[in-house]
């Protein structure tokens, strides 16, 4: 059983539109993570959110705007997106943002771009 | 910032054979190595860790060793079965906090 959440599984969308990613974890942990992973590629880090609080943007394109509402919830709101924006987005918690926390993903949002 | 290299990139190995796949890092202050394993459509799931406190680490048939002089680390795989067969990704957490992965392991535990 994943313990991150993500909603929604799929998403299909054109370049015109806006969506939003949700993600939500009730593990008590206090950073929040947003990755993009293509296929058959590592995952690379987009947004870190520590208590809250953005403590690391990795240079992401402002069309991709992050949010953290609360400690369980974390969105990323999509706007004018590419088609090479096209893969699988996941989320992740850890106790905290210091080094040697374990992550934990979820199952991911596979996104498609028309 | 932290660089990891894995290797090899795909794997083979008869059912009940062993696997193991190695990485490299390049920060020196890296303290931290998780390895996740990634199936098809699946989401990465961490398998076994190891902190730059302790050499070696095991758990049922996965084991992680860790050279810190040769800054790299290893997992093995003994006894291997068909639902091994996944992505393995290694990871490295270093000066900059974040983790860093290697390119990733396509093992397949042919039958």
């Known amino acids: 059983d994943t313990e991150v959440t993500q909603t929604p599984k799929h998403l299909v969308m054109g370049m015109t539109n806006k969506k939003s990613l949700k993600c939500e974890q009730h593990?008590?942990?206090?950073?929040m993570y947003w990755y993009k992973q293509k296929a058959k590629k590592p995952p690379e880090l987009m947004f870190v959110?520590?208590?809250?609080?953005?403590?690391i943007n990795e240079s992401v394109p402002s069309r991709f705007s992050p949010e953290c509402p609360n400690s369980s919830l974390l969105n990323l709101h999509l706007h004018a997106l590419q088609p090479e924006d096209s893969a699988l987005y996941l989320c992740?918690?850890?106790?905290?943002?210091?080094?040697?926390?374990?992550?934990?993903f979820g199952d991911g949002t596979r996104l498609s771009i028309l | 910032g932290e660089n990891v290299e894995q290797h090899p990139s795909t794997l083979s190995v008869q059912e009940g054979d062993s696997a193991v796949i190695k990485c490299t890092y390049s920060?020196?202050?890296?303290?931290?190595f998780p390895w996740y394993k990634q199936e098809l459509g699946k989401r990465p799931q961490l398998i076994i860790d190891?902190?730059?406190?302790?050499g070696e680490k095991k758990d049922q048939r996965i084991a992680v060793t860790l050279n810190k002089t040769a800054k790299h680390f290893s997992l093995h795989i003994t006894e291997t079965q068909p639902e091994d067969s996944a992505v393995y990704f290694c990871?490295?957490?270093?000066?900059?906090?974040?983790?860093?992965f290697g390119s990733g392991t396509q093992l397949t535990v042919l039958p």
């Open positions: 992740a918690s850890s106790q905290d943002s210091v080094a040697n926390q374990p992550q934990h």
């Open positions: 959110y520590s208590y809250e609080k953005l403590s």
């Open positions: 920060d020196s202050a890296s303290n931290y």
């Open positions: 990871a490295a957490s270093g000066s900059a906090r974040q983790l860093t």
């Open positions: 593990m008590g942990h206090r950073a």
């Open positions: 190891i902190r730059s406190n302790v």
